[in-house]
């Protein structure tokens, strides 16, 4: 196996791939990219809250790669803040058959930013906080969690995780509590996978405050901090 | 009182009051408080509260104690402690608000066993949610003015810098709140905050943490440092938190550990 890959171009295997947040912004670019590196007859399975972006996107997909990587691309339409869309995601990926499957790769990438325009003295009512931390913290890490559990470590399956992380987990930014609180707890939440789990590939990727994204455009629009807001629009 | 050994007329919150890290707390800040000051202890046990309530009447006058029984894992719960506040006489120097009850969460089980989203959820809740919630209430009761100094302090842990096997939730809330508390300090230059990670302290947490830690290796750490006399006591853990406090010049929002002073 080994051998095989160093002389091959670089490639991800005859993969399980789950993108989360996958109907646009960088969760749709990454399904993109990562469709030509799979091998033929892997998975790729896109999950969001809205069936016709995923939908479209699988077309599109198909479209581009689909035939000649005989890729099977798979839509889930969930929602992770819930815990009904985390069981239906782990079903349906415990649902696919990749024969000789040896990556399982999830990437953990859907968020919101929470609202961006309000400080931190706001965040009165422990309802709205929860239902923030439900979707950016605690969806991934029972989706993670049970992804784990379907497909448990045994030889010959690689497994991966990575987790869509961000400065924010590192430095704290005005009128970005929820959002920093949510990327913090996220870094540490899988540093603790990585220590349990020798065998899983453990990746807390930042992709850089410039992405062309809805999130960007928000963040622009309506951070609280002018200081902020400021900088992200010079970014453009 | 002097600036320097006491805080003067002081409105003192204590969260998780009713034993431990802080019922030791509150014993140890009350002769540090003038005549008029109030101390609002919460914890879920009115009757634990109730034992520390009278212990404290024990020592100085003019120390109004009030308890009040929350949970603060529930929305009520916060509520309740922001109401209890509500009527607090304005005109103090000192506003403390330690935010420091918490939970283990389930440390026998692996990261992979949280495939339960309303089970973190609810842990979430009480580590992390209502630290803020509390906090954002409180400030918005006592709003900045000139000759108020406020002060925050988020017991914290190293294992908000650190992961430990076992502990993913615990790890993870102490993360989450180190980052609010910084980010709450970036926003309110005028406030003081402070995230304090009291060492490793001989209470009920550190026992259920070295029965029930699935982790081997970190459950005989913790077994050797019992057995070997090398946890702390409250008392000595507070003693220099005071101090810090008292000398109140440390950088707002900075994580400073008990082995750090």
Request: aromatic content about 6%; charged content about 20%.
């Amino acid at each position: 196996m080994e051998d095989e890959i160093s002389r091959e171009p670089r490639h991800l295997g005859r993969a399980l791939c789950i993108i989360t947040g996958a109907s646009k912004g960088f969760g749709r670019t990454l399904a993109f990219q990562l469709s030509c590196l799979l091998k033929p007859r892997s998975v790729l399975m896109l999950v969001a809250r809205t069936t016709e972006q995923l939908n479209q996107l699988k077309e599109d997909i198909i479209t581009l790669y689909g035939g000649q990587n005989q890729l099977d691309v798979c839509c889930v339409q969930a929602d992770l803040e819930k815990k009904e869309g985390v069981e239906k995601t782990v079903q349906a990926a415990k649902e696919t058959s990749v024969s000789e499957m040896d990556h399982l790769l999830l990437i953990n990438n859907a968020a919101s930013l929470g609202d961006v325009s309000r400080f931190a003295l706001t965040f009165t009512d422990p309802v709205e906080v929860n239902r923030y931390l439900s979707l950016n913290i605690s969806g991934a890490l029972s989706l993670t969690a049970g992804v784990l559990q379907a497909f448990p470590r045994h030889l010959g399956l690689r497994r991966s995780v990575v987790n869509i992380s961000s400065l924010c987990a590192l430095k704290p930014f005005p009128s970005w509590v929820l959002y920093c609180i949510g990327k913090a707890a996220r870094d540490m939440m899988f540093r603790v996978l990585a220590e349990e789990e020798p065998d899983v590939r453990v990746l807390s990727y930042a992709p850089g405050e410039s992405l062309d994204t809805d999130m960007q455009l928000q963040a622009r629009r309506s951070s609280g901090d002018l200081q902020l807001r400021r900088s992200f629009s010079s970014m453009f | 009182m002097s600036a320097v050994s006491g805080f003067g007329k002081a409105l003192v919150v204590i969260t998780g009051a009713s034993k431990g890290f802080g019922r030791v707390l509150a014993l140890s800040i009350a002769p540090r408080l003038a005549a008029g000051s109030a101390l609002i202890l919460a914890a879920r046990s009115d009757d634990k509260l109730q034992e520390l309530k009278a212990d404290l009447s024990r020592g100085e006058s003019g120390l109004t104690a009030r308890c009040v029984a929350a949970d603060l894992g529930c929305q009520a719960g916060v509520e309740r402690v922001i109401t209890e506040i509500r009527d607090i006489d304005p005109d103090i120097d000192h506003l403390l608000l330690f935010n420091n009850a918490a939970s283990l969460g389930d440390v026998s089980r692996y990261c992979h066993d949280f495939t339960d989203v309303d089970e973190v959820n609810s842990y979430l809740s009480l580590n992390v949610s209502s630290a803020l919630c509390l906090t954002a209430g409180v400030l918005r009761m006592f709003p900045q003015r000139t000759g108020l100094t406020r002060v925050i302090v988020n017991v914290s842990s190293l294992c908000a810098l650190q992961p430990f096997p076992s502990w993913v939730l615990y790890c993870s809330g102490k993360a989450a709140r180190d980052m609010m508390f910084r980010v709450l300090a970036e926003e309110e230059p005028d406030l003081r905050v402070l995230n304090y990670a009291p060492g490793p302290l001989d209470t009920d947490m550190q026992l259920q943490a070295r029965s029930s830690s699935a982790d081997v290796a970190l459950r005989n750490s913790f077994s050797v440092m019992h057995a070997q006399g090398q946890l702390l006591t409250c008392d000595q853990s507070i003693n220099k938190l005071i101090k810090v406090l008292l000398e109140d010049k440390y950088p707002s929002g900075a994580h400073l550990d008990f082995y750090d002073l």
